[in-house]
C-alpha cells in the first residue's frame, strides 16, 4: 500500500497541510482529506506551480508578489495560495468576501501589522474578492503598496470586468486551469488509495463521472466520497448505475456574468463560420446552463442581419419566426424552432456587406454633417421653391431606358460613395450583377451616351 500512496503522491514524505486536522480524522469530507500538503501535489496546475513558473520563481527568490487567482471552481486556488505562504514562510491569514466586512479586515489589517514588526510576513487569502465593491476594492491598495499584507485573490470571474484597475495594476494574474481528464483520474486514484479500496465503477462509467464533474476536482472527490461509502464489496455499477446514485450536476454558467458571454460568443462565431454542429453543440449548452431561450433568439435575429444580411433575406424571417414560434409553444417544444434556426442560420450563405455598408454610411453622415439633397431631387409645392431650381432637371427613371436614369443623388458638395459592396453569395450573387450594370449605364449615361 505504501507503494500506491507514494505513487498517488500522498507518501509519507508529504507534511500534514497547515493547519490542518490529522489525515485519519475520517469525519472530514474526503477533498479536504486529500487537500495537497505541497505545491508539486497541486494536480493540473503545472503552468503556475512548478519550479520555473511564476510561483516556483516567487518562492525561489525568497519574496512574494500580490496575486490573482482566476479560475473555474474546484481547480484549486485556495490550497495554493495556503501551501504559497507556507512554502514562503509567510502568516497565512483567510477571509471571504461574501461573509466578510471592514470590520474583518481592520483586524486582519492590525494583526498584520503587529507581525511586522516582529518580522513576519503575512499573505491575507481573499475568496471571491469580486465580490467586494469597487471602494472596499481601494481599500487594500494602502497595505499592499506599504507591504503590510502580500495580497492572494481569488475569483471565478475575469478581473478585467470585476476588479479595480488600480488593484489589478498591484497584482499579477495568474489563470488557472479547469481541470482535464489527467488530472482528475490522478484525483480519483488518490481517494481509492486513501480510501483503500478501488472505485465501484465500470470502466464506462469511470468515464462519466469524469465528464460529470465538469472540471472541478472538488466536485469529483464529492461524487467519488459518495461512492467509496458504498464499501469495498459494491458490485461495480455501469453509467446508468453511476446516474441513480449520484445527482448530474448543472453546467458551469452563470447568465450575468463571464460564461454567458464566452457561450454566446461562442454560438454566434460557430454560425459564422458555418460550422452547424458546433453551433448546435454551444445552443444546447446555453440551454443546459439555464439560458432564458427567447436571449438566444434576439441573438439569432441579430446575427441574421449582421452576418447573413441580403446573401439570405429569408434568413431574418426564420429567425423572427423562431422567435414567435417560442413565444407561441413555451417550453420544451419552442426550442425546437429556436434549434431550426440555428441550423438554417449556419448553413446559411454568409455576408457582412450590409452591415459593413451601413457602418460606412453612419461614419460618412457624422462627417458630412447638413448637406442639402441636390435641388433636382427635391419637391418644389411652393412658388419660391420653383424658382429657387428645386426640382428643374430631374430625371423620371420610369421614363429614361432601362428605367435608369444615372443621375446623381449625392450631395452636390459631395463625391459620389460606395458603402455597398456584395460579396456575391447567395442572393447578393445576383444584386452584384444589377450594381454593376447600373454602374455601366450610370458611365454612358455621363459620357452621353
Known sequence: MSDLFEAAGLGPKSPPAPDAAPADDASRPLADRLRPARLEDVVGQDHIVAA??????????????????????GTGKTTIARLLAKAAGYDFEQISAIFSGVADLKKV???????????????????????????QQDGFLPYVEDGTVVLVGATTENPSFELNAALLSRAQVLVLNRLEGDALEQLLQRAEVLSGHALPLKPEARAALLDMADGDGRYLLNLAEELLDLGPEAEPVDIE??????????PLYDKAQEGHYNLISAL????????????????????????????????????????IGIADPQALVVANAAKDAYDFLGSPEGELAIANAVIYLATAPKSNAAYTAYGAARRAAKETGSLMPPKHILNAPTRLMKDLGYGDGYAYDHDAPDDFSGQDY?????????????????????IRRRLDHWADLRRKRQRGE
Open 52 to 73: 520555473d513558473s511564476p510561483i516556483g520563481r516567487m518562492i525561489k527568490a525568497g519574496r512574494l508578489s500580490s496575486l490573482i487567482l482566476w479560475g473555474p471552481p
Open 109 to 135: 489589517f492590525e494583526a498584520s501589522r503587529q507581525r511586522r514588526r516582529m518580522g513576519r510576513r503575512t499573505l491575507l487569502f481573499v475568496d471571491e474578492i469580486h465580490r467586494f465593491n469597487r471602494a
Open 241 to 250: 448505475g453511476l446516474t441513480e446514485i449520484v445527482q448530474r450536476r448543472a
Open 268 to 307: 454566434h462565431k460557430s454560425m459564422r463560420g458555418s460550422d452547424v454542429d458546433a453551433a448546435l453543440y454551444w445552443f444546447t449548452r446555453m440551454l443546459a446552463g439555464g439560458e432564458t431561450p427567447l436571449y438566444i433568439a434576439r441573438r439569432l435575429v441579430r446575427f441574421a442581419v449582421e452576418d
Open 410 to 430: 449625392f450631395p452636390e458638395a459631395m463625391d459620389r460613395q460606395n458603402f455597398y459592396n456584395p460579396k456575391g453569395k447567395g442572393f447578393e450573387h445576383e
